[in-house]
């Protein structure tokens, strides 16, 4: 028994640090998925060095120059200008700064406590405690995300905290359900139920047995998600609940810019295809995560 | 059957109750009162005192829920403080152009959804499929405000091809309002004409609002279809030299419906809250811009019905996807009535 246990650890271990080898060979057979990686990569450094490396920075402050204002893309201002003059390209990739930032700090606020609850209430299975977290669950669930995370931050003043909380108070329960249903099952496999017959506590349990289980889909649904916590931000932006202006929030560029179309078209053109490229890049990293864990559902 | 059509209606009955609770508890937590909300900030203490004890904001709050409670029962949401109306009053008022929208959308949703999925499954790996598999990528990581400025912009305001913003032009004398739908009530005053561009004004921001459904729905139906073209029967049809479209649409189509409509009672409550941006971009006259307003004005009131009506709705939607699949699929009803 505890020389089969050592062969098995060897093994898994060996398996480890070849399955990260054969995870990325996976993921580069996917030449999307790779351009998407290497997209948000590129998207990723723009956003940290943005001070250092965008024309204007300046421009993402308060600031106004009515000499340039509205001007039409150009080798001088690869966007346009917007209409009190702010070269747009700059503007979007400190605009992205927020973005991430909202992508960063709304999962790691809402996943961890979503699986936390998921991971007890699959534990305990078919008790009380599972109606009660599930059914909690439901409720949040009973709203799309947008429309409470909306409601909330109305409630509340509207700028890139309270929008951050408010977003991750809606993502959780998406976890939760997630995670109650990969270890509603797991908790009856052998392993499991060996680990409980050895004596190990509930807590050894669900966070050393059940949680790494659940790990590969959590990742794949928090890269999933990046993209769509963004979309939810740059939407509560453009409705006017999020980033406040004059911070150059891409919803609240979007918003400015359409008040100007069709004649200025690029002060609203420009800022919408940058919302849409970093939520594809994190879309096709996602999918290829998802062949790499042959996850099915997330 | 009748068990599991109980349990379904009780669970989403504490859905609902629960979403009450909780909004309401929101709403209440949040810094600021809701009397001088309503009043303004000209009234005297005396009037907000009034005001206070009369919302009964002093009573704890157990007692001022169960007051709100009896009231929503009664149908009354309280006073906007935005449009100083009764909030039903305005919901009554703006809720069926949204509801002509979105059942447009969905049906449009519907109808090409399926349509591209049955042959994007059928001429697998074609350009067609490819396109599909673009499109789907696409639509999942484009923001539907971002959908609607691109249409409004390109077929609007360049090609001209498409009219304006808004439900009607301005020059256009609404029909008198018997449904709140705008393209069945100028049918009903016996004008088609009315009907006709009421009708064309609802294209653009359908579209903005079905573009993300069209391709997930899409690529649902192409899995099934895929999965469904390996077995036996179709073989058999085929060899039995039946025309193509018959095999597409009669029987390769029929076992594809039922994920596709689950997927589409969860698309309606989506689709309420994406009409949130495409009705701000087309300035439509609907439940959410008022919802939109509300929201940029801190009306309490309204925000808490809002999110209610948005509840109700897909709650409402919800269950009854779970009983119409319960007719289409009996494996769903066996097990239920198994458990």
């Known amino acids: 028994m505890r020389e089969q246990l050592k062969t098995d650890l060897w093994v898994s271990l060996k398996q480890k640090r070849r399955g990260f080898a054969k995870g990325w060979y996976k993921f580069s057979r996917n030449l999307l998925s790779v351009l998407g990686l290497v997209v948000l990569i590129l998207i990723v450094l723009a956003a940290l060095l943005a001070s250092y490396i965008t024309p204007y920075p300046e421009h993402a402050k308060p600031y106004t120059n009515f000499k340039d204002a509205g001007k039409p893309p150009s080798t001088e201002h690869f966007f346009g200008t917007d209409r009190v003059g702010r070269d747009i390209f700059s503007r979007v990739i400190f605009g992205y700064r927020f973005s991430l930032t909202i992508g960063i700090v709304v999962l790691s606020l809402g996943v961890a406590p979503g699986v936390m609850l998921g991971l007890i209430a699959g534990y305990h299975q078919g008790t009380w405690i599972e109606t009660v977290i599930m059914r909690i669950t439901d409720i949040f669930l009973a709203v799309p995300p947008l429309v409470l995370a909306l409601a909330i931050t109305a409630m509340l003043t509207p700028n890139l905290k309270n929008q951050m909380m408010a977003i991750a108070l809606v993502w959780w329960p998406w976890y939760s359900r997630l995670v109650f249903g990969l270890a509603s099952s797991l908790r009856n496999e052998y392993f499991v139920r060996e680990a409980e017959l050895t004596g190990a506590s509930k807590l050894h349990i669900m966070l050393k047995e059940i949680l790494p289980n659940c790990l590969a889909p959590v990742m794949t649904k928090m890269t999933l998600d990046m993209g769509i916590v963004i979309l939810l931000g740059a939407t509560l932006s453009f409705i006017g609940l999020g980033v406040q202006p004059p911070k150059p929030g891409l919803g609240t560029m979007v918003a400015e810019g359409a008040k100007r179309l069709p004649g200025e078209w690029w002060g609203a053109i420009f800022p919408a295809l940058a919302i849409v490229v970093v939520i594809l890049a994190f879309n096709l990293v996602g999918d290829g995560l998802r062949d790499v864990f042959a996850v099915e559902e997330v | ?339």
């Open chain 2, 1 to 339: 059957m009748l068990t599991f059509i109980g349990k379904r209606l009780f669970q989403s009955l504490f859905v609902l109750f629960g979403l009450s609770l909780l909004i309401f508890f929101i709403a209440r937590i949040m810094p600021g009162d809701p009397a001088r909300a309503a009043l303004g900030h000209l009234a005297t203490k005396e009037q907000v005192e009034r005001v206070r004890e009369e919302m009964h904001l002093n009573d704890p709050f157990p007692v001022q829920y169960y007051y709100w409670l009896r009231n929503l029962m009664r149908g009354d949401l309280g006073k906007s403080s935005y449009t100083r109306r009764p909030v039903t009053m305005d919901l009554i008022q703006y809720i069926p152009a949204t509801f002509e929208l979105i059942l447009f959308a969905t049906l449009i949703s519907a109808i090409v959804g399926q349509v591209t999925g049955v042959l994007a499954g059928y001429f697998r790996n074609s350009w067609l499929d490819g396109l599909s598999r673009f499109v789907s990528y696409l639509g999942i990581a484009t923001p539907s405000f971002v959908v609607a400025i691109f249409l409004l912009f390109i077929f609007s305001q360049v090609l001209k091809m498409a009219p304006g913003v808004g439900r009607l032009p301005i020059i256009m004398t609404p029909p008198p309002r018997i449904t709140g739908f705008m393209t069945l009530d100028s049918l009903l005053a016996g004008r088609p004409d009315i009907a006709l561009t009421a009708l064309k004004h609802m294209i653009l921001p359908a579209i903005s609002l079905a573009v993300i459904h069209i391709a997930q729905e899409g690529r649902i139906t192409r899995t099934s279809i895929v999965e469904n073209m390996q077995k036996d029967y179709i073989t058999v049809h085929k060899v039995h030299g039946i025309r193509t479209s018959r095999l597409l649409f009669k029987y390769l189509l029929k076992p594809s419906i039922i994920p596709t409509v689950t997927v589409m009672g969860l698309d309606f409550a989506f689709l309420m809250s994406n009409a949130f941006l495409v009705e701000m971009v087309y300035m439509w006259p609907g439940f959410s811009r008022y919802a939109v307003t509300a929201m940029l004005n801190k009306d309490l009131n309204a925000i808490v019905a809002v999110v209610l009506v948005i509840g109700l709705t897909f709650t409402v939607v919800n269950l009854l996807v779970d009983i119409i699949m319960m007719f289409l699929d009996p494996t769903i009803r066996l097990r239920s009535e198994g458990s």
